[in-house]
């Protein structure tokens, strides 16, 4: 067999947008243990989801999930299919019907596609919108027009192409907050007595495509609705530990291990201040290099997960790519609805990663003046 590369050696450093990069040790657990999970003689992908050795993962991840993030009692967590795709459609066809009305806060992208759904089983009415402002901030607790009897409020914690974020939850008083978290789940300890619902799909903060973790009030889930399809309804998940049907077991068991990752590295505080110093790096870049590197979203809405910038021109953007690959940086072209740069920073990139971009960012600048 050719001499092999040590697995540190041949990984990039990827600031993918989603699916994002997955921390190595994660990577090289299910390697180790792929064709023989814990002495059983067979890949756990390959066991029964009604069988011991699965279930003592899935309920591991499970209790990982309420331990790191902090979930009590008084909310279900739930693993579901279909990415947060399927959560636009499943919270109104749970929530909203004949005559009921929700409120959605329009941050960008996604918070669109959850609003287009939603037109299907009820009216979203606009609590605020940011698209004046092209999506360069998240709006603030005044500007919120909300209506007290709506069955939600959505909110994009994270706005993943624009590169805003929500650094406090807004007030919605009695009405139940709904959270797609999808790119910023664990980025830092959420505060979930907060929401109603939370949901987000796993393959930017949380492990590989294909689940999606739901974390629900249990008394909001007592109110939806009952004459839906079975595999609809947030309650089959909650009655049945997310085992109603086949969960997506090697999925689940990937989160499990990014979860114990995660509890390795200090917990969610320490990736807290992880994700900052990160942050720091890439945007002190941006705002060290007198105007070369513009950050289109206000201070106060930048994202610590989605970094968004442009330089002095399209073909400068395009050269500053092409360059990063070539160095070992990938993923850093912006999303095609916006351009521009983005650098995804979500848990699994390290601070190396991105004290590497930034001194990249510096050599780039002055190598190429606008
Ligand atoms: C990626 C993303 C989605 C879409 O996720 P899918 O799993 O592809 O359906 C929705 N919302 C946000 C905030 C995202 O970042």
Not at 169 to 189: C, H, I, Q, Y
Not at 216 to 222: G, S
Not at 341 to 368: G, H, P, Q, W
Request: hydrophobic residues 40%.
């Amino acid at each position: 067999m050719a001499l092999m590369l040590s697995s540190a050696a041949m990984r990039v450093s990827n600031f993918n947008a989603g699916p994002a990069g997955l921390p190595l040790p994660v990577l090289e657990r299910a390697q180790g243990e792929l064709l023989d999970y814990a002495g059983t003689g067979m890949s756990i992908m390959e066991h029964s989801h009604r069988g011991k050795t699965y279930e003592a993962v899935h309920d591991e991840a499970i209790a990982l999930l309420r331990e790191l993030a902090g979930i009590p009692d008084t909310h279900h967590v739930l693993f579901l299919q279909g990415g947060a795709s399927l959560q636009f459609a499943m919270l109104p066809m749970n929530f909203l019907g004949e005559g009921k009305s929700a409120d959605y806060v329009n941050t960008g992208h996604w918070s669109e596609r959850a609003i287009d759904e939603a037109k299907y089983y009820g009216k979203p009415r606009i609590a605020a919108s940011t698209a004046g402002d092209k999506f360069t901030r998240v709006p603030r607790q005044e500007e919120l027009d909300l209506d007290p009897n709506a069955a939600y409020v959505h909110i994009t914690t994270n706005n993943t192409i624009e590169g805003s974020q929500w650094l406090a939850e807004p007030d919605t008083g009695g009405v139940p907050l709904v959270g797609d978290m999808s790119s910023d789940f664990l980025w830092r300890k959420p505060d979930i007595a907060r929401y109603g619902m939370i949901y987000a799909g796993a393959q930017k903060n949380l492990g590989p495509s294909g689940v999606v973790l739901v974390v629900a009030r249990k008394d909001f889930v007592d109110r939806a609705r009952t004459d839906i399809p079975t595999i609809f309804r947030y309650a089959t998940f909650a009655k049945n530990n997310s085992l109603y049907n086949t969960p997506p077991t090697f999925a689940i068991y990937l989160v499990r291990n990014v979860l114990l990752w995660i509890k390795e590295m200090g917990g969610p505080e320490k990736l807290e201040a992880r994700n900052r110093e990160k942050a720091a790096l890439v945007y002190g870049a941006i705002d060290g290099s007198s105007g070369y590197y513009r950050a289109p979203v206000a201070r106060d809405s930048r994202s610590v997960m989605n970094i968004v910038f442009r330089l002095p021109g399209e073909a400068l953007e395009e050269q500053f790519v092409k360059e990063a690959t070539k160095a070992g940086m990938i993923g850093l072209k912006g999303h095609r609805s916006v351009g521009g740069i983005r650098a995804s920073t979500y848990n699994a990139v390290s601070v190396e990663d991105c004290a590497k971009l930034a001194s990249f960012m510096r050599t780039f600048a002055e190598k190429n003046p606008g």
